[in-house]
């Protein structure tokens, strides 16, 4: 069964082929990252513009590559919702105009769903029930996967996600957007101890995550040596901020791992590439014991491939939209 797959939910636009949920015929991603670099940050009327630019050679482009035609798709899948509303909006009208046209069956996809799905790219074997750490520009959320299509949140962020935090901190520090992945880059050459930062917590929510006190403490610890004319070793900041935040996902991670006695641990997301928070977690599942399952690299940012594993599970749960379907800027993933 080949799904075709549509994902628009930011900042890139993408397109992908994929076989019976597991096997990548093509995948094709126009980005937009060094436009928006110019800004700091997505911004999203322009996202939205792009979009409307290069959907329709992008999903042609991923027919190609994949060798087949729409005779060959058995549905089209699309990401509806969480995102920027207007940037959603355009991959779900092109994929519904795209299914009243050919009459294939249209299946709307859960964006954070799509990037746990990431991992039965990568990991074949992987099957539910498991433990999800989901963390991106967005999002941070410890879920359940019960089945492939039935998850649970056990915890999530308060209020900033990971991705955003270490962003805006990178930021702060004058690197370029996106700001996380030179953050980490530059992190490998520092000492993760030299600055002592929080590590908040969430009073009788021992899941749940709250990142805006550390992302405020080392935008404070920056402003304040900056105005007292001190000059900080940036590799050292790095280091110490992109520990403090590892160490909060990990520990709830784990803590939730143990009290739910859940053997199997997964990580999807943007944030999964960061490299700290891989070998952390790498290291902790072999003390105990644990399997632990990542995507590959290339898998942790927005991409279609990932949409079109999970549109094929989402497809056989006779999880069906007509052409009403709209786009949501927000929804849980257990809906």
Do not use: W
């Given at each position: 069964?080949?799904?075709?797959?549509?994902?628009?939910?930011?900042?890139?636009?993408a397109a992908a082929v994929v076989e019976d949920g597991r096997?990548?015929?093509?995948?094709?991603?126009?980005?937009?990252?060094?436009?928006?670099?110019?800004?700091?940050g997505v911004v999203p009327e322009i996202a939205s513009r792009?979009?409307?630019?290069?959907?329709?050679?992008?999903?042609?482009?991923?027919?190609?590559?994949?060798?087949?035609?729409?005779?060959?798709?058995?549905?089209?899948?699309?990401?509806?919702?969480?995102?920027?509303?207007?940037?959603?909006?355009?991959?779900?009208?092109?994929?519904?105009?795209?299914?009243?046209?050919?009459?294939?069956?249209?299946?709307?996809?859960?964006?954070?769903?799509?990037?746990?799905?990431?991992?039965?790219?990568?990991?074949?074997?992987?099957?539910?029930?498991?433990?999800?750490?989901?963390?991106?520009?967005?999002?941070?959320?410890?879920?359940?996967?019960?089945?492939?299509?039935?998850?649970?949140?056990?915890?999530?962020?308060?209020?900033?996600?990971?991705?955003?935090?270490?962003?805006?901190?990178?930021?702060?520090?004058?690197?370029?957007?996106?700001?996380?992945?030179?953050?980490?880059?530059?992190?490998?050459?520092?000492?993760?101890?030299?600055?002592?930062?929080?590590?908040?917590?969430?009073?009788?929510?021992?899941?749940?995550?709250?990142?805006?006190?550390?992302?405020?403490?080392?935008?404070?610890?920056?402003?304040?040596?900056?105005?007292?004319?001190?000059?900080?070793?940036?590799?050292?900041?790095?280091?110490?901020?992109?520990?403090?935040?590892?160490?909060?996902?990990?520990?709830?991670?784990?803590?939730?791992?143990?009290?739910?006695?859940?053997?199997?641990?997964?990580?999807?997301?943007?944030?999964?590439?960061?490299?700290?928070?891989?070998?952390?977690?790498?290291?902790?599942?072999?003390?105990?014991?644990?399997?632990?399952?990542?995507?590959?690299?290339?898998?942790?940012?927005?991409?279609?491939?990932?949409?079109?594993?999970?549109?094929?599970?989402?497809?056989?749960?006779?999880?069906?939209?007509?052409?009403?379907?709209?786009?949501?800027?927000?929804?849980?993933?257990?809906?």
């Open positions: 069964m080949k799904i075709l797959a549509i994902e628009s939910s930011c900042d890139e636009t096997k990548v015929l093509s995948s094709v991603v126009a980005s937009q990252v060094a436009e928006h670099r110019l800004y700091g792009r979009h409307a630019e290069v959907i329709s050679k992008v999903v042609s482009q991923s027919l190609e590559e994949a060798n087949v035609t729409l005779n060959d798709i058995t549905a089209i899948a699309v990401t509806y919702a969480p995102g920027l509303i207007g940037a959603l909006l355009v991959g779900v009208n092109f994929a519904k105009g795209l299914s009243y046209a050919t009459g294939l069956p249209l299946v709307p996809v859960h964006h954070l769903r799509s990037h746990i799905a990431s991992n039965y790219i990568s990991n074949p074997e992987l099957k539910p029930p498991f433990l999800c750490l989901v963390v991106s520009g967005g999002h941070s959320h410890i879920v359940m996967v019960e089945d492939y299509t039935k998850m649970k949140i056990i915890g999530k962020t308060r209020d900033d996600a990971a991705g955003e935090a270490f962003d805006k901190a990178a930021r702060t520090m004058g690197m370029p957007y996106p700001g996380g992945i030179e953050l980490d880059k530059v992190a490998q050459n520092g000492d993760p101890l030299a600055f002592k930062l929080p590590r908040p917590t969430v009073h009788d929510a021992p899941y749940d995550f709250s990142f805006s006190g550390l992302k405020t403490a080392v935008i404070n610890l920056l402003h304040n040596a900056e105005q007292k004319g001190i000059e900080l070793n940036k590799a050292d900041v790095c280091a110490s901020y992109r520990y403090a935040v590892v160490d909060c996902l990990t520990t709830n991670f784990l803590k939730a791992a143990e009290d739910l006695n859940a053997k199997k641990l997964v990580i999807a997301g943007g944030v999964s590439a960061n490299s700290l928070l891989r070998s952390t977690l790498q290291d902790e599942c072999k003390k105990r014991g644990y399997e632990f399952y990542m995507p590959e690299k290339f898998l942790c940012g927005d991409n279609a491939a990932m949409v079109g594993s999970q549109g094929y599970y989402e497809y056989l749960s006779g999880n069906i939209a007509g052409t009403d379907l709209n786009a949501y800027a927000t929804m849980s993933i257990e809906k």
